[in-house]
Structure formats: structure tokens, C-alpha cells
């Protein structure tokens, strides 16, 4: 059985990580802390259901991406 938490983690984390834009830009447009964001890019923490549509928004990636689904 796959551990969807760690997929999600790391896949996020390489789509924020890869972005073209800053950490803050990235923070800003969902409204949430740049702290908050840095929890999500150090595995502290998943983002809400709504929080992880905006961020897929904001990343110009898909959910089914990060989610693992394409695999």
C-alpha cells in the first residue's frame, strides 16, 4: 500500500521547490504564511483540501500530480 502523506509531501515540495516564483509569491496568493508554506516544503505539515486547489493554482500543476495519481 503507498504512504499517499509521503507522495504528497514530496511531490509538493518539488513543485514549490522547482517554481519560478519566490516562496512569498508562492505564500501570498493562497493566503497563507511563508512559515506555513515552509512547513509544507519540510513535510511538517499538509496543506487543507482548499489550501492544496489554490497552491495546484498557483504551481500551474495538477493535482492528480501531486496526489500521485499518474503513476
Known sequence: MKNYDEIIRKRLRE??????????QI???????????????????LPSLPTFALLCDVLDCSADDILGRKD
Open 15 to 24: 513543485e514549490i521547490e522547482t517554481s519560478r516564483k519566490s516562496k512569498t
Open 27 to 45: 505564500a501570498k496568493e493562497p493566503g497563507i504564511s511563508r512559515p506555513t508554506l515552509s512547513q509544507y516544503v519540510s513535510g511538517r505539515i
